[in-house]
């Protein structure tokens, strides 16, 4: 049972985001943010050294003092993660009153989410959570999820999401799209990736599909059979 949580993946591109707090803590909050390619506005009276750099490189907006309430005006999301308990707390009461998502690094149950341990392979986002009961457990799920899933998928799915497209383009009939597609998923993709296989097979590939569409549905696939591709 999740207690109340609606676990979501939350577009932040180009969304204005407010940090306060400029320890490890924040540094990990906003590292997310910036894969997630928010603005980032951090307010505090002094920064790691990673942050520093960052705002040296102009990739997020660091002001050197302490939080005013002001600072989080305008922000499609809050992060407290100060080391005063009152004044993360003053934070999380000014977003509840501005209808700002809000949360709290130290107390996670006060705030509105909880940010999970993730995984990033390319697409492939895998995000782990005890709800605040464990982030030594959730971070060790995550090295487990890491060893099992490596950086090939991030090839693979780049892969099947331009196969998708150029099938969408080419083939009308609904039918044999998905015919194309499980054509496709029955090869052993991940396979290719690792043994360097990959590249030279794509090219094919796409070459036929674009010369032929119909090949795929037929059970054909860069030149063998899918049973040979296996």
């Not at 307010?43 to 990739?59: K, R």
């Not at 780049?158 to 054509?183: A, G, I, M």
Request: hydrophobic share 45%; net charge negative.
């Amino acid at each position: 049972m999740l207690e109340g949580y609606f676990p979501i993946l939350l577009k932040l591109e180009n969304k204005p985001c407010f940090v306060a707090g400029g320890g490890l803590v924040a540094e990990r909050r906003i590292a997310s943010l910036l894969e997630a390619k928010a603005k980032v506005k951090v307010v505090s009276p002094a920064f790691t050294d990673a942050i520093l750099q960052w705002a040296d490189e102009g990739l997020i907006e660091a002001i050197v003092r302490l939080y005013e309430p002001e600072d989080q005006d305008g922000a499609y999301l809050v992060i407290a993660a100060t080391n005063s308990a009152e004044v993360n707390e003053r934070i999380r009461a000014r977003a509840a009153a501005s209808g700002q998502l809000v949360n709290m690094a130290e107390r996670p149950e006060r705030g509105d989410f909880i940010v999970p341990s993730v995984v990033r392979r390319g697409k492939l986002v895998i995000a782990v959570s005890t709800l605040g009961a464990s982030p030594i457990v959730a971070a060790s799920i995550r090295r487990e999820i890491e060893a099992s899933f490596g950086e090939e998928y991030e090839i693979y799915l780049d892969f099947l999401s331009e196969f998708r497209l150029k099938v969408q383009e080419l083939v009308k009939d609904t039918k044999v799209r998905q015919e194309c597609f499980r054509t496709l998923l029955q090869a052993d993709l991940l396979g290719m990736i690792r043994s360097g296989r990959f590249e030279g097979w794509k090219r094919q590939v796409l070459e036929e599909l674009h010369a032929n569409p119909a090949a795929f549905s037929a059970g054909q696939i860069g030149g063998e059979t899918c049973a040979e591709s296996l």
